[in-house]
């Protein structure tokens, strides 16, 4: 990724306290995306655990352990959506589907409404269902792997962790394969641009429904055993679907779907690269990868999810005003240490190994049981098909940060 200045400073609001502005630039840190993770532990070792940054607009960040654990189970404080469920609805009712404002479901709207909407996705993301797709994940995973086993080096991201995630996930979403290119094109547009405007935001959020409208329209005509069919044959508070309730709902699983885990499986690797003891542990005893992936979910947790403060409130004891934007910083809370013992450190043998790289409370990730899964399966692969792989010293990694954190590109070479 190019260079990028970091955001204009605004003025402090008056009811910001000094000692709580620490700066930093959640998109374009420029220590960030040259560091990743090591800028993260930074900022859990020296800012304050709930801190106020100029950049982007100026914002909150929830940075320690225990306040993210705590301000993301409070949504009548932090609301998932900047602006209220109802208002949105009650526009929305004057309005022509088509002219509809689009409402990413169920990740940005707050309990009960979350409740209606999460409830048909919760079968299809059970763990039952998820492991029930193991076998498929494998298969693509070791004809991936297969692909660049006799080339001795890889640039990982895009041949490996870009493709992995986003088959399944178009796979279980019923969208066409062929489109695979233009849809992880315009969800790396969409998470990375940094104009919040609400028109700027359903502009980008119509062109995501623009691109799935006939296979939308195609499902609810002739469904098939897909999540597509499954949310046209769901009914919310006793009425049927509508293309509106379809739209929103695919607007946030296609942006969540196609680009969270790949950043996992990217950061995953690349510490595996750096740490060939590990690999060769691995190895030797496979049943100790889900083990390992756990505890490199929780030293490279990777997630920044955005609240809106709801009512002007005390949270923590820091005065906080309705409408402000809040980071909950999950990535600092898995390094804070006042809750890990030497958090930068890779433990495999860690006691407490509880981390929230999927959140908690009402929003915890939906797809957390599937993300597991993947990453699980994808360094099985890799250990059994790959000799010992390391960071191709020629080419450094870099890192984007955002809403989700992870590699531009990860080169690696090993012995063919």
Known sequence: MATHPVSPAVPKPDHVPDALVYDFDFHYDPV?????????????????????????????????????????????????????YEMIAAHNATLPDDKKSLIPLPITVDPPHHDTYRKPLNKTFSPKNMLALKDRIRALAAELVGKIKDKGQCEFMAEVAEPLPTTIFLDIFGLPQDKQREYRDLVSQHLHET??????????LREVADVMRETILARRDEPQGDVLSMLWQSEFEGRPATL????NYAVMLF?????????????????LASDPELQ????????????AADEILRRYTFTVPPRFVHQDAEFEGV????????????????????EFKSPEDYNLARENKAHI??????????????????????????LKALPEFRLDPEKPVTFHGGNVIGPDQLHLVWEA
């Open 32 to 84: 960030l995306m040259r560091e990743g993770h090591g800028r993260i532990a930074e900022i859990a070792r020296e800012a304050p655990p709930i801190f106020w940054t100029p950049r982007q607009g100026g914002h909150w960040v929830v940075a320690s352990h225990h306040a993210v654990y705590n301000a993301q189970r409070s949504p009548e404080i932090f609301s998932n959506g900047p602006v209220p």
């Open 195 to 204: 104009d919040m405007n609400p028109a700027a935001v359903q502009k980008r």
């Open 244 to 247: 509106h309730d379809i739209e």
């Open 255 to 271: 942006v969540a779907g196609l680009d969270t885990v790949m950043n996992g499986m990217g950061l995953g690797v690349r510490h």
């Open 280 to 291: 060769a542990k691995l190895r030797a005893d496979m049943s100790l990868v889900p083990e």
């Open 319 to 338: 005065a906080m005003k309705r409408g402000e934007m809040v980071l909950m910083f999950l990535p600092s809370a898995d390094l804070d240490p006042k």
């Open 357 to 382: 790289a999927f959140g908690t409370g009402p929003h915890r990730c939906l797809g957390s049981h599937l993300a597991r899964i993947e990453l699980q399966v994808l360094y099985e692969e890799m």
